[in-house]
């Protein structure tokens, strides 16, 4: 399990006292009002910056860090990851994972057979899909549902899953 999680990702200043606009990559984006502290991956080195104040304009937060009062200050960090520890992360429900967790582990039916690795995760609007890439280099969508994904052992690294009727013959 990787101990950084991201949060959001910096894509341009704003304005010229010192503040960046985020994409959030969080499922929350309220959840910056609550932090106090991130770390930013410049590529070269992690840095740990001071969140001063925070706004939202329509689907970006915009951040000021302490001690960076000027656009020059700020405007090399243009799509530069902004991270957390896992300690600042929001507490998950039993059933809920982060999906960095999930890339990468081995998934299996209940039948007992290796299916592949998952790979990726795409949020819909209903329930995320699990993409699973076999042996085979095939892709298998699978729904991220009680029906269909049985267990996760993040420990074990291993998914347990149903293959609902039909899932297979695309």
């Known amino acids: 399990m990787e101990n950084m999680l991201r949060v959001g990702v910096i894509t341009s200043t704003h304005g010229v006292r010192g503040e960046v606009k985020v994409f959030p990559t969080t499922d929350d984006m309220n959840r910056f009002k609550k932090l ?6 410049t590529g070269k080195e992690q ?12 689907n970006m937060v915009i951040l000021k860090f302490k001690g960076l009062d000027n656009i020059n200050d700020v405007e090399m960090w ?8 896992r300690d600042q992360a929001v507490k998950l429900s039993p059933d ?5 967790d999930l890339i990468g582990l081995k998934v299996i039916t209940d039948e007992g057979k290796e299916l592949g690795v998952m790979t990726d ?15 085979g280099g095939k892709e298998i969508l699978l729904p991220a549902i009680k029906d269909c994904i049985l267990n996760v052992d993040l420990e ?3 998914m347990l899953v149903h293959v609902l009727d039909g899932l297979l013959d695309l």
Do not use: M, P, S, W
Not at 36 to 41: A, H
Not at 78 to 85: G, S
């Open 156 to 158: 074990k690294g291993e």
């Open 47 to 58: 840095k740990t910056l001071t969140i001063e104040h925070v706004k939202f304009f329509k």
């Open 96 to 100: 809920e994972n982060f999906i960095v």
């Open 121 to 135: 995760v795409l949020q819909t609007g209903a329930n995320d899909v699990y993409c699973v890439k076999t042996d």
């Open 78 to 85: 243009r799509q530069k990851d902004l991270l957390i520890t």
């Open 36 to 41: 106090k502290t991130v770390i930013l991956d």
